[in-house]
């Protein structure tokens, strides 16, 4: 074998080298919290060297961004072009919104694991906080912001309070989220059922009388 072939697996290698390193830190958030989280616990289930983690990450918020930037932003990103390409009406497009969003986050437990440290611990890291708020919040207030805008303007959906508090309408999702957190070993809930009385919820409370 040549020396070139032999240099492809540790090129591969090397390359998914953060990806596998942001997965550890999953794991490690999920079992430790943010605070108790260490970096050569990290390192141990990544099946690298401590020094190697900060080849990448400097430190533990930058790996918090980068579970973040990996597991949640491509998500919103595919919901935004969704939202740009979608030919059907406003109600029809929230309602795949919402379906996607219980799909893709809600029913996801490694997203969960990012908003259950935000919700346990967001209040003492509030950098974290700030900065899910500017990478994820801020695009997808103005993602339904807009879906809800479209819908007024083409005589679907009532002028309402949702305009102006577009988060509302995503508010269903996000007790579902800490249901899955908090309860769902002792009362499991069925999320399809849910998504559905979500999306009913919602679109009764927009549409024009």
Excluded at 5 to 15: G, I
Excluded at 44 to 54: D, E, I, L, M
Excluded at 108 to 123: D, H, S, T
Aim: charged share 25%.
């Amino acid at each position: 074998m040549s020396r070139g072939e032999t240099s492809k697996p540790r090129t591969r290698r090397k390359d998914a080298r953060p990806g596998e390193i942001v997965e550890a830190a999953m794991q490690e958030f999920a079992e430790q919290g943010f605070a108790g989280a260490r970096i050569e616990r990290i390192a141990r289930r990544a099946g690298v060297a401590k020094g190697t983690v900060y080849l990448y990450f400097k430190t533990k918020d930058e790996l918090f961004e980068a579970a973040v930037r990996e597991n949640i932003s491509p998500m919103f990103a595919r919901l935004g072009a969704l939202a740009e390409a979608h030919p059907g009406t406003a109600a029809e497009l929230l309602t795949q919104v919402i379906h996607n969003a219980y799909a893709e986050l809600v029913d996801k437990p490694q997203r969960r694991v990012i908003l259950r440290v935000l919700i346990a611990e967001g209040a003492r890291f509030p950098r974290l906080t700030a900065f899910y708020h500017q990478e994820i919040i801020t695009g997808a207030v103005g993602l339904l912001e807009a879906i809800v805008r479209r819908g007024v303007a083409t005589g679907e959906f009532d002028q309402t309070l949702a305009l102006a508090t577009p988060q509302v309408v995503m508010g269903p999702a996000l007790m579902a989220i800490v249901w899955k957190l908090t309860f769902d070993e002792v009362a499991p809930l069925d999320l399809k059922a849910f998504a559905a009385a979500h999306c009913d919820l919602v679109l009764n409370g927009l549409r024009k009388r």
